[in-house]
């Protein structure tokens, strides 16, 4: 089983930036694929960004290009996502998951475990 633990969501004026971390159990944590996803109020969860084991293979949606950067330290266990530039459309409880098998993209139903969830609030 694996469990994860997102970090470092709080509230910050547009423009400003965030580093959220998500620590992970497992023992075979280098190998899984890690994303990141968001879900506002009233709307779906989302696609944000994924890495793979290697720390190759960063893919991100469109709405955080240029934006957002995730990595990972497979010593640590953890994956962060730096958030810069944000927007008040960015507000959203983020989620950290993990695919076990390691081909997960950006569909939800491809990751097998998930976070609780930190909440990142941008005021206008």
């Known amino acids: 089983q694996v469990q994860l633990v997102e970090s470092g969501g709080g509230l910050v004026p547009a423009g400003g930036s965030l580093r959220l971390s998500c620590a992970a159990s497992?023992?075979?944590?280098?190998?899984?694929?890690m994303g990141w996803f968001r879900q506002a109020p009233g709307k779906e969860r989302e696609f944000v960004a994924r890495i793979r084991w290697s720390g190759s293979g960063t893919y991100y949606a469109d709405s955080v290009k240029g934006r957002f950067t995730i990595s990972r330290d497979n010593a640590k266990n953890t994956v962060y996502l730096q958030m810069n530039s944000l927007k008040p459309e960015d507000t959203a409880v983020y989620y950290c998951a993990a695919d076990e098998r390691g081909w997960a993209t950006r569909r939800i139903y491809e990751y097998d475990y998930w976070g609780q969830g930190t909440q990142v609030t941008v005021s206008s």
């Open positions: 497992g023992r075979t944590f280098s190998s899984y694929v």
